[in-house]
């Protein structure tokens, strides 16, 4: 199964699911949607599909969830996260209506793991490795904020070391040169799917176009199969899109996150 729709039927089928929000604190259904809550104060809707809704029910069920969120006084920030191929009359306008600000599409991409699974040779001096200590999870997680541009939080750092300490199938890997993390990213395996998530790809700009993120993804795609996953899955910028689509990786669709913030 490497066509484009059969990709997209198994990511919906196996993917939009409970399996998105495994991790939450709680979760709380709302007619179709999902609401959930993280660690940090995050709020994140998802869903399988809309149900035939109308742009008039979506406004209102925007404007329900938006009140639900507002009256958990610990919620600071909600993600809306919406798929290119939904149909969601009057959705973009809902959200806006409300306070939600749309980011960046980006594209689903879908494919075997074992497209990923190859050699890739590293620049000299550069080594990989999986990290599990708190320390190393702080130094990754300031290298990926300072990659793509974001303040440096230990927000994201908390929450992973958490989630190791869990051991859920979590995995993270670093790309090191004289003694610094210049690479990274994340593996999530999705418990009961044939999935695993590839997250958090960064690289730091000097170090781009020499084939650390893919000696990454390939690293991270090994221990995939290796944990009994056909399939992985990323949701990709257009820097890596590319790359992950010469490897055999389609795009199945896009998706946009809106974003409330208190």
């Not at 609401?35 to 406004?59: C, N, Q, S, W």
């Not at 190393?136 to 904020?145: E, H, I, K, L, N």
């Amino acid at each position: 199964m490497t066509n484009a729709a059969g990709l997209l039927q198994a990511y919906d089928e196996q993917l939009r699911t409970d399996a998105e929000t495994l991790d939450a604190l709680a979760v709380t259904s709302h007619g179709p949607l999902r609401l959930a809550t993280f660690e940090g104060g995050r709020g994140f809707v998802t869903y399988r599909d809309l149900g035939g809704m109308g742009a008039a029910a979506i406004t209102r069920l925007v404007s329900e969830v938006l009140r639900f969120y507002r009256d958990d006084r610990t919620i600071r920030r909600v993600e809306w996260k919406t798929r290119g191929h939904d149909r969601a009359p009057g959705l973009h306008e809902a959200l806006v209506g409300n306070g939600f600000e749309p980011g960046e599409a980006e594209s689903i991409m879908v494919g075997p793991a074992t497209a990923l699974a190859v050699d890739v040779p590293l620049p000299a001096g550069v080594t990989l490795r999986r990290v599990t200590a708190a320390p190393d999870v702080r130094a990754m997680c300031a290298m990926q904020d300072e990659a793509f541009g974001d303040e440096v939080s230990d927000r994201m750092a908390e929450a992973l070391v958490r989630r190791l300490a869990l051991d859920d199938g979590l995995e993270l890997w670093v790309a090191e040169a004289d003694g610094r993390i210049v690479g990274a990213g994340r593996l999530e395996p999705v418990e009961g799917t044939d999935f695993a998530g590839i997250w958090g790809g960064a690289t730091l700009q000097p170090w781009r176009g020499r084939g650390i993120y893919r000696a990454l993804t390939a690293a991270r795609a090994r221990s995939a199969i290796i944990a009994g996953k056909a399939f992985v899955q990323s949701d990709s910028t257009e820097y890596s899109r590319p790359i992950l689509e010469r490897a055999g990786l389609v795009k199945v669709s896009t998706t946009t996150p809106y974003q409330w913030r208190r």
